[in-house]
């Protein structure tokens, strides 16, 4: 379920699913970093890794997951006639089953495999969105896309002339919905916009907005890179038309990712990649197209890959997103009051139970990769950069931020950690002395 907040603007904000602190349902967390071998790594420093918006750990039932496709039913999908293939054919469209219920489609054939969100949004914007648009046409976007949820729009853009227009964010790093009047009209044809923000964690009001553009025709993206992985998202009550996310940051492994779409768009849409798998019959010159899912899915797919991101989403629901989606707020909370104690920082975006995963900050005079060179001496890992959003960094006017992002794994005590390295850079790299 997701909370409800209201704005001035009347606008019903969803911030949060609830309930916010369930006390029932703690999670164990050193069972949990029991479950990620990569964390009891014998190294000189213990790994403090805090950029699970880059890529997550992964959890050993994944890495297992794969391991025993590949010791026992290695094999390609629909087509072998023998029992491996026909395993590995079985366990494959499982996990389109898994994964379809782990986001409430209401069908598989929803489910299309591509290797991330990035591909998934290429997808849309080439197919649905080179038969749907022309000039006059407009897709409205936010200034706190990740550059893959704008380079396809902009492509798209280019070659139809439909135009590209943006929601623009407060200083507090919310969407500024207020003229949301001016910019959705009956020439928006689709808004695609991110559920929650890769550098400041925002969540945004998705649901309001999707019912919004619905009332004057357009379609919606919602790219759920980075609310997937973190909170329950239903794409029935959402009712998004389409959804992107990636297996990476899921617990999943690399080279997996989803696009789930309504039924009726993706079978109207022309096919994104020719090859094998994708056709029903091929001539010379022409051919026809196998049914969604398959039309999509052009070549030998990331066969163990889908079979691990479906252990990912075993291993998730059987956590809990919701005791993640509490600890990860606690965790937030506590980097917030610790990181607001030192001196000369900026930190980004909107405090924490308006967002989730992620706090980006700078430190006045030290530059964002020094200081993320100077926590790597600490042992903590963080991603500092542009975070491929620069038109975000834009409105901040800055190159680039730091950015420690948490998951189910993270502790308290790394955050100390992550705050002692603050200091230490500041010793290191300022004349400030402490
Ligand atoms: N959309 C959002 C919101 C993202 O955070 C990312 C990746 C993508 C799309 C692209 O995902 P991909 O799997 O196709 O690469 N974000 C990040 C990040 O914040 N740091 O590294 C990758």
């Not at 009347?10 to 164990?28: A, G, T």
């Not at 091929?282 to 051919?287: K, T």
């Not at 006045?364 to 620069?390: F, K, M, N, S, Y």
């Amino acid at each position: 379920m997701i909370g409800q907040r209201h704005y001035p603007n009347q606008v019903r904000i969803p911030m949060y699913p609830q309930p916010m602190n369930n006390p029932l349902n703690p999670l164990d967390i050193e069972a949990i970093r029991n479950d990620f071998s990569i964390l009891k790594e014998e190294n000189d420093l213990p790994l403090i890794y805090l950029d699970s918006a880059a890529t997550s750990q992964t959890p050993d039932c994944v890495i297992e997951a794969m391991d025993a496709y590949y010791r026992t039913y290695n094999s390609n999908i629909h087509r072998g006639i023998y029992r491996i293939s026909e395993e590995a054919t079985a366990k494959h469209e499982e996990a389109r089953q898994r994964i379809g219920r782990f986001i409430n489609a209401r069908r598989p054939s929803q489910i299309i495999f591509t290797r991330n969100t990035t591909e998934s949004i290429n997808l849309v914007a080439y197919s649905w969105g080179s038969a749907n648009l022309r000039e006059g046409d407009e897709i409205l976007v936010t200034v706190m896309e990740h550059h893959s949820n704008l380079l396809p729009w902009q492509l798209l853009s280019q070659r139809t002339g439909a135009k590209l227009r943006f929601i623009e964010i407060t200083d507090e790093g919310v969407l500024q919905l207020d003229d949301l009047e001016r910019l959705l009209t009956e020439r928006t044809k689709i808004v695609a916009m991110t559920h929650v923000s890769n550098v400041l964690g925002t969540i945004n009001p998705v649901q309001e907005l999707i019912a919004a553009a619905h009332a004057v025709g357009a379609k919606v993206l919602i790219d759920g890179a980075q609310s997937v992985p973190h909170f329950d998202v239903d794409v029935q009550e959402l009712d998004c038309d389409f959804l992107a996310f990636s297996g990476h940051k899921m617990c999943g492994p690399t080279g997996i990712g989803v696009l789930y779409g309504k039924s009726d768009l993706l079978e109207e849409m022309p096919p994104f990649l020719g090859g094998g798998s994708m056709i029903r019959s091929v001539q010379r010159e022409s051919s026809t197209y196998a049914d969604v899912p398959a039309k999509f899915e052009a070549g030998t797919p990331a066969i163990s890959e889908a079979i691990g991101l479906a252990a990912a989403v075993d291993y998730l629901n059987k956590v809990g997103l919701e005791a993640i989606f509490v600890h990860e707020q606690e965790l937030l909370e506590y980097a917030h009051q610790k990181l607001n104690e030192i001196e000369d920082i900026t930190i980004y975006g909107p405090k924490p139970r308006q967002k989730t995963g992620a706090i980006t900050f700078n430190l006045e005079g030290i530059h964002p990769h020094d200081l993320a060179g100077v926590l790597d001496t600490v042992g903590v890992a963080v991603r500092a950069g542009h975070h491929c959003a620069q038109p975000l960094m834009q409105k901040y006017g800055v190159i680039a931020t730091v950015r420690a992002s948490f998951y189910l794994y993270n502790k308290l005590d790394e955050i100390d950690t992550l705050h002692e390295g603050l200091l230490k850079a500041q010793r290191m790299l300022t004349r400030r002395r402490r």
